[in-house]
């Protein structure tokens, strides 16, 4: 098997039993007692042990041993994020949503406390200490905190085990991930639960316990419609404004991501998908040479095109959209030109048939081409003919090829045609060069064959997979098959796809969840404020007023917290469209459609929250209203 390098370990390409393969890393877990400075110093003389048998090897290296990344198993200094990015994100989704129920929690706690602060003048007037009654409500908003922590340690559990198997079927090894919540984690989930409260339900707390006991004595229960509290920027109102506002910002992120995820599903990889196998395999973990290799690939090869329904067949050393990837550093023999980086791949002669990729240019490799003594050639793709040759024909030049690893520099490859693009990811921009040699002029121990197919039914599919490996089995029982699968499956399992897929269903979820918070937050405020103005709303019906009309103004001054949420949550999505719209596939930042799809469901179920609290002062009985206290 080999491995692709960075440029941090000079774009060498090595199989993984050579011992100057240093790409590998190893991870290892310390026993009890043990510390990093006793297992450095065994590791240095390990090290040392190594240089002498093996100078040429490992002159001048040592052993260290360090922490584990938590985003990242990547010691590289040049590291992409493609995993601290999705963590980031799904711990901001996560605090937005905790923002969310914690301004709810707030908004009752102001709601109950304004009900209840008679109660309070009576009890400070009656000698009752305010640290009491302070400590009595921090307390009442803690417990709150602390069976929603609890919840949500039910629900993590359940979320990490479901977000493991996920991704379980991208990683070539058993994934384990302990979801039981250990102490670290009911520390964070309770320390979480002291700050919502802290921010959330002690400030109020030392608002309401103020002695102000003349006014608080005399208030009646609509003190709020006299003194103004229904005002649109209250203390209150302000809250549901946070929500609506937030909550509208992870709609526009799910969306973002819905699109993204809907762009990746109709995206041209460059290859065909529909009625393709995947077969891979690796000779040298069966203990075979380069020589009984390359005979082992051409039997395999000729058996598969012979099998009934096999329309093409060919082998590459990689695939798109897999975990390992080659690379070479081309430029045009004989010029002084800055360098291309390409994808390299090593295929046989119907590869582009067999895969599906169009032949824009020249021709394809053909028999004489498969021996090792063949005059070396290349067909590069559309997109690094360009680059080597922005004005000129690629056909018939030669290029310069470094940067192989195990095999030397090749100074003279005839360029013989011209492919379509090929995507190789999704994510990170548009396509990267490519370039293609016989495979018998190159050798790799990992190899897959690619297979097309008649078109078959899911049950056919199934027994054809079960053949393809009777005839792997029948050819060298020795051999492994390290992998069988639809091409299409294989794709869509991809790194890529999945975090576009997960991002889409988790920013959905989050969305939801914080839709719901906010409707409730909102239809509370209002519902709160007809009960506690029905004496001033029976007054307005006793005098005139109609119900319509007392719907309606009730209903205004819920859409005017509604729009002045939406506006703040307009400029919030704007900010996070600009964020996401590196990370997602085609898809506009600002797009059109997403944000007004989220606007409108934000309106509609925030209408309908307004709506029943209005319903219900419209049917307020004037003379029930008039006795009201």
């Not at 198993?73 to 949503?97: E, H, K, Q, R």
């Not at 009752?128 to 417990?143: D, H, K, N, T, Y």
């Not at 946070?242 to 969306?255: D, F, K, P, Y």
Request: charged content about 15%; some cysteine; glycine content about 10%.
């Amino acid at each position: 098997m080999y491995e692709s390098m960075d440029n941090d370990f000079d774009g060498a390409v090595r199989p993984l039993a050579a011992r100057d393969n240093y790409a590998l890393l190893l991870v290892g877990r310390l026993r009890p007692g043990q510390t990093r400075q006793s297992v450095d110093g065994r590791l240095a003389s390990l090290a040392a042990g190594l240089a002498q048998t093996y100078p040429a090897e490992y002159r001048d290296r040592t052993l260290i041993a360090h922490p584990l990344s938590r985003l990242s198993v990547s010691t590289s200094p040049t590291d992409d994020g493609s995993v601290a990015i999705p963590a980031t994100l799904l711990l901001a989704m996560a605090a937005v949503v905790l923002l969310i129920a914690a301004l709810n929690v707030a908004n009752m706690t102001l709601a109950r406390g304004a009900a209840r602060r008679k109660e309070i003048a009576v009890r400070l007037a009656l000698g009752g200490g305010r640290g009491a009654i302070v400590q009595q409500l921090f307390l009442e908003g803690l417990l709150l905190a602390i069976l929603g922590g609890a919840a949500g340690l039910v629900l993590s559990y359940g979320g990490t085990t479901l977000f493991a198997h996920s991704i379980s079927h991208m990683v070539p090894f058993e994934l384990v991930v302990p979801a039981a919540p250990d102490a670290r984690v009911l520390a964070a989930t309770m320390g979480f639960c002291l700050l919502s409260t802290l921010l959330f339900g002690f400030l109020p707390a030392l608002n309401l316990s103020r002695p102000s006991l003349i006014s608080d004595l005399r208030a009646s229960d609509n003190a709020d419609a006299a003194s103004g509290r229904n005002r649109l920027f209250s203390r209150r109102n302000l809250l549901v404004i946070a929500q609506v506002s937030l909550s509208l910002t992870l709609l526009t992120a799910a969306g973002l991501f819905i699109r993204g995820s809907s762009s990746v599903a109709s995206a041209d990889p460059g290859f065909s998908l529909d009625n393709r196998v995947l077969v891979e395999f690796d000779s040298s973990l069966a203990g075979y040479g380069e020589a009984r290799g390359r005979q082992l690939y051409t039997a395999l090869l000729a058996r598969m095109q012979s099998l009934p329904g096999v329309e093409s067949a060919s082998l590459a050393a990689t695939v798109p959209f897999g975990i390992v990837s080659l690379s070479r550093s081309v430029q045009p023999a004989g010029a002084a030109s800055k360098p291309v980086n390409c994808a390299f791949n090593v295929v046989s002669a119907d590869y582009f048939r067999t895969l599906g990729v169009p032949l824009l240019r020249g021709r394809t490799f053909d028999i004489a081409e498969a021996s090792r003594t063949a005059r070396p050639v290349v067909i590069l793709d559309r997109l690094a003919a360009q680059r080597l040759w922005p004005d000129g024909d690629a056909i018939g030049k030669h290029i310069f090829a470094s940067g192989g690893g195990d095999t030397a520099d090749i100074p003279d490859l005839e360029v013989v045609g011209i492919a379509g693009n090929v995507r190789e990811h999704i994510i990170g921009g548009d396509s990267e060069p490519h370039m293609y040699v016989p495979f018998g002029q190159q050798y790799v121990a990992d190899m897959h064959i690619h297979l097309r197919t008649a078109p078959m039914g899911p049950d056919a599919t199934a027994r054809f997979l079960g053949t393809v490996r009777q005839e792997v089995r029948a050819a060298d029982s020795a051999l492994p098959v390290l992998g069988i699968k639809s091409l299409r499956t294989h794709v869509e399992s991809s790194a890529d796809y999945w975090l576009i897929q997960m991002g889409a269903r988790m920013f959905s979820l989050f969305g939801g969840i914080a839709l719901l918070l906010a409707v409730i937050g909102l239809y509370g405020v209002r519902a709160y404020s007809v009960a506690r103005r029905t004496r001033e709303i029976g007054i307005r019906m006793a005098l005139g007023a109609s119900a319509a009309g007392t719907q309606r103004m009730v209903l205004r001054e819920g859409l005017q917290l509604m729009a002045a949420g939406g506006a703040v949550g307009l400029v919030l999505s704007l900010l996070t469209g600009r964020i996401l719209s590196g990370l997602l596939f085609r898809v506009n930042g600002a797009d059109p459609l997403v944000f007004s799809t989220a606007a409108v469901l934000l309106g509609g179920v925030s209408l309908l929250a307004c709506y029943l609290p209005a319903r219900r002062a419209a049917r307020i009985d004037p003379m029930v209203a008039l006795r009201w206290e």
